[in-house]
Structure formats: structure tokens, C-alpha cells
């Protein structure tokens, strides 16, 4: 069965202690990892694609990196207004299609 | 701002009532997704429509259904609503038919009482 796991639940860092927050995914196939970010009671927030081993992405404070395994998010010099719920998704190849499976998030606070 | 726009933003109802949810895709995406959110299940994929054809399914209820209109706007139909259906429900659009990146709507948050 496909399964995207994330880690920790939840994460509390002081203003500009960096980090990573961590997605493992167990699927037949990999299409493509998602990660998004979420406030309280708003929608995801879409910030990377990332498609084959290898890959990293960047934006901002931000930087997202896959294996075959797992992808990890890497938070540098994180400031109060990074806080918020980071979510991670797969699309399995041969699933249904744009079917997104989520883990349940990485709640990150960042203290100033 | 996404693009993406959904209403209404709150809804209220009692069990065993029928509501609709309503979805408008990003100017130029042909794909909608429906996804349930609640605290215990995370985000839970429902149906996808693309150009108004449906495309894919997940675990949607019997009880629920959907469809996408010419113009590509989609609704969400609930009915014989009960307590569990309490949940964020977030609308996504997407470019083409095969998933890819995924825009997400405000979501609609729903109160069965």
C-alpha cells in the first residue's frame, strides 16, 4: 500500500535555527513529491515538485531534496512567519491519476 | 492567492441534510480534485474531474458526489450528511489530467451537528 510517513509531528525552533523535516514514502512508482505548506483553517500552499532521485529545489529559506526513499525539506535561518503546518505528498505511478496521498504534516514553530 | 475559489466558506447543517459545495478552477486548468480534511485522517483524496469527464476516485462515500461543469467549475454534492462528515473540504485545479502540480482552494469548512 502506498504511504507517505513525515517527521517529527511537530517541530519548535528558535528564529534562525536551521533544520529539516523529513518525508519517507513507500510506493510502487514514484510520479512526483509534493510539498506544500498550510496556516490554521487555509488551504495547502503549493512549494515544490520534485520527480526523480537527485533533485533539489529551492526557494528562499527553503530547499527540498529527494532519494528513492525519502525527500527532505531543509529550513536555513528560519524566521517567525515560516511557522505553520509543512505538508508532503506523492503521486504513484499507475495509481489513480492526481491522486495526491498526503502525510499528515510537520507542524513547525518558529520562536523569535 | 491561488486562484482557485470555493464557496461557501463556512457551511452549518443538521444530520441527515443534503449540502452543495461549489469549486472554480484556475483560469486554464482543466482538472479539479476534491480532497477531505479532517484532524484524525489528514488530507484524503475524493474524485477527480478533468474537463468534465471523471478521471479518478478515491475513497469517496456513496453518499457524496460530484461533477464538473462545461464551463469547469465543479460541486461537491453531500447527503444523508452525519457527525463524521464534519471536515475541511479544499478544491484543487490542476493544468492536465494526470495530477501534477495541484493548486489548492480555501476549502469550505463544514459543521454537522
Known amino acids: 500500500e502506498d504511504q507517505v510517513t513525515q517527521s517529527p509531528e511537530a517541530l519548535r525552533l528558535q528564529e534562525g535555527e536551521s533544520s529539516s523535516l523529513n518525508c519517507s514514502y513507500t510506493?510502487?512508482?514514484?510520479?512526483?513529491l509534493f510539498w506544500y505548506r498550510q496556516d490554521p483553517g487555509k488551504g495547502p500552499e503549493f512549494l515544490f515538485t520534485?520527480?526523480?532521485a537527485g533533485e533539489e529545489k529551492e526557494k528562499e529559506r527553503l530547499k527540498a531534496t529527494l532519494t528513492k526513499k525519502e525527500s527532505f525539506l531543509h529550513i536555513t535561518a528560519p524566521k517567525p512567519e515560516d511557522s505553520a503546518t509543512y505538508l508532503c505528498?506523492?503521486?504513484?505511478?499507475?495509481?489513480?491519476?492526481?491522486?495526491?496521498?498526503f502525510g499528515k504534516g510537520t507542524k513547525l514553530s518558529v520562536k523569535p | 492567492d491561488s486562484g482557485v475559489t470555493q464557496t461557501p466558506k463556512h457551511l452549518i447543517t443538521a444530520t441527515g441534510q443534503r449540502v452543495t459545495l461549489r469549486c472554480s478552477p484556475r483560469s486554464g486548468d482543466l482538472s479539479v480534485y476534491w480532497y477531505q480534511q479532517s484532524l484524525d485522517q489528514g488530507l484524503q483524496f475524493l474524485i477527480q474531474?478533468?474537463?468534465?469527464?471523471?478521471?479518478a476516485k478515491g475513497n469517496i462515500l456513496e453518499r457524496f458526489s460530484a461533477q464538473q461543469f462545461p464551463d469547469l467549475h465543479s460541486e461537491l454534492n453531500l447527503s444523508s450528511l452525519e457527525l463524521g462528515d464534519s471536515a475541511l473540504y479544499f478544491c484543487?485545479?490542476?493544468?492536465?489530467?494526470?495530477?501534477?502540480?495541484?493548486?489548492f482552494g480555501p476549502g469550505t469548512r463544514l459543521t454537522v451537528l
Open positions: 484543487a485545479s490542476s493544468v492536465g489530467g494526470g495530477g501534477g502540480d495541484q493548486f
Open positions: 474531474y478533468y474537463n468534465g469527464e471523471e478521471r
Open positions: 520534485l520527480y526523480s
Open positions: 505528498a506523492v503521486q504513484a505511478v499507475g495509481g489513480s491519476q492526481g491522486n495526491l496521498i
Open positions: 510506493v510502487s512508482g514514484l510520479r512526483g
